[in-house]
C-alpha cells in the first residue's frame, strides 16, 4: 500500500500542495491531470527522488518519507523506460541487482522468471536500442520488478506506445496487477485507460488534487466543470434548479439525485449515457427534445454524434451498429433523450 499526508513539495516556479492519497495493498490507483500539473513530481517525490517539504508518505511498513529511494520498496517505470543503451538487455536488468540484498544467483534466478513470465527471455542478449516500444516497456516493467517492489509507480508508461503494443502492455499491467496482487499507482492522460486498469483514481490541477475517489464515481459525478471535461463528460449545459430538476435554455429536465442547492450550475452527463432516436411524432416522453444532427465523427469502437436541440449543442457516442440502426445522417431530424438517472448537477 501507499499512504500519503499533507504532502507538499516545493521547486522554483512550481508547488505541489497538500496532496493527501491511499492506494490500498493490491489495489490500483491512476493520477490523471493536464500537462505540467504536477504528476510526474508527485510519482518522483514518492519515490525519493524529490526533496519533501510538509507532509508524511508511509508504505505497509511504516513511515518512509526520509527513506532513501531504494529502501522505500517502490518500483517507478517512466513513460521512455529510462534503460541504459550502453548495456544490453540482461545488463539493464541485473543493474536492479544494485538496489536489493538479494545474492546474484537468486537475482538471475528472478529475472529468468520474470523475463519468461513478460515474454521477453529470447532478448536478453540484445542491444536495448533495438527493442520496439512494446519491447522496451516490457524489459522496464521487469526490471522495476526485480527490486520486489511493494508498489509499481507508472510515469505514463503507455503513452510513447502505438495503439498495438498500448494494448499489449495494458493487458499485461492488468494482468500483474490480478495475478502478483501488485499494489500500482498510474500516471496517464488517457481516461480509457483509467476505466479499464484502474480502481481508484486522482484528478491533479497546478500542483493540488480536484478530486479524487473509486473511478465510476469521479466519471459520473464529477465536482466541477474542470473535472467533468477532463474525465470525458463532454455534455455540460448551463442550468438553474427549479422544483422538479433545473431548468436549461428554458426547458425543464427531471433529474435525480444531489446538487440542486446552487443557482448557478452546469448539468453533465456523458456522451455515452445520451440515447438518441428516431423523430418521435407522438406525445414527448420525459426528457426527450427534438434536434437535428450536425455532425458525425468515427473514432473506431464509437461514433460521436452532435445533435442541435432546445437544450443547445449535445454529443452522443453511440457504437457505429447503433448508429448504422437509428438510420439517420448529419441534417436529420432525431429525439434526443437524457436518463435521469445519468444526469449530473455540477456547481459552476
Ligand atoms: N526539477 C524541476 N524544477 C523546477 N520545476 C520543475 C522541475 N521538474 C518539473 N518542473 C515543473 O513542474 C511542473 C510540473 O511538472 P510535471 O512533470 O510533474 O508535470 P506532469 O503533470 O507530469 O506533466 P506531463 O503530463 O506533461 O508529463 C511543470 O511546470 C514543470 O515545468
Known amino acids: 500500500m501507499i499512504e500519503v499526508q499533507n504532502l507538499d513539495v516545493r521547486l522554483p516556479g512550481f508547488a505541489l500542495e497538500n496532496i493527501s492519497l491511499c492506494v490500498p495493498q493490491g489495489a490500483f490507483g491512476a493520477l490523471i491531470g493536464p500537462t505540467g500539473s504536477g504528476k510526474s513530481i508527485l510519482l518522483e517525490a514518492l519515490a525519493g527522488l524529490q526533496p519533501v517539504k510538509r507532509g508524511q508518505i508511509f508504505n505497509h511498513r511504516g513511515e518512509i518519507t526520509r527513506l532513501p529511494p531504494e529502501r522505500r520498496g517502490f518500483g517507478l517505470v517512466y513513460q521512455d523506460a529510462a534503460l541504459f543503451p550502453h548495456l544490453n538487455v540482461r545488463e539493464n536488468l541485473l543493474f536492479a541487482r544494485r538496489y536489493t540484498d538479494l545474492a546474484k544467483a ?47 509507480l507508472l510515469d505514463e508508461p503507455l503513452s510513447a506506445l502505438d495503439p498495438v503494443f498500448r494494448e499489449e502492455i495494458q493487458y499485461l499491467l492488468q494482468r500483474l496487477h490480478q495475478e502478483m496482487g501488485l499494489t500500482m499507482l498510474m500516471v496517464t492522460h488517457n481516461f480509457e485507460e483509467v476505466v479499464m486498469l484502474a480502481e481508484q483514481v486522482a484528478v491533479i490541477h497546478q500542483g493540488r488534487f480536484l478530486q479524487k475517489g473509486a473511478v465510476q464515481e469521479v466519471f459520473t459525478t464529477p465536482r466541477s466543470p474542470f473535472v467533468a471535461r477532463f474525465v470525458g463528460m463532454k455534455n455540460l449545459l448551463a442550468a438553474t434548479p427549479t422544483q422538479d430538476g433545473v431548468l436549461v435554455a428554458g426547458h425543464v429536465v427531471r433529474t435525480i439525485g444531489p446538487g440542486r442547492e446552487t443557482n448557478n450550475q452546469v ?29 458525425v465523427t468515427y473514432h473506431g469502437v464509437h461514433c460521436a454524434v452532435r445533435v442541435e436541440c432546445a437544450l443547445g449543442e449535445v454529443t452522443a457516442h453511440l457504437s457505429p451498429r447503433e448508429y448504422r440502426e437509428l438510420g439517420c445522417s448529419p441534417g436529420d431530424a432525431v429525439t434526443v433523450i437524457l436518463p435521469a438517472e445519468k444526469l449530473c448537477s455540477i456547481p459552476a
Open 267 to 295: 448539468l453533465g452527463i456523458r456522451p455515452e449515457d445520451v440515447l438518441l432516436a428516431p423523430p418521435h411524432p407522438g406525445a414527448p416522453s420525459s426528457n426527450a427534445y427534438p434536434g437535428s444532427i450536425s455532425a
Open 106 to 152: 537468486e537475482v538471475v534466478r528472478e529475472m529468468n522468471e520474470l523475463s519468461e513470465r513478460l515474454g521477453i527471455t529470447h532478448l536478453l542478449q540484445r542491444d536495448v536500442r533495438t527493442l520496439s516500444g512494446g519491447e522496451t516497456q516490457r524489459v522496464a516493467l521487469v526490471r522495476a520488478l526485480l527490486v520486489r517492489p511493494s508498489v509499481l
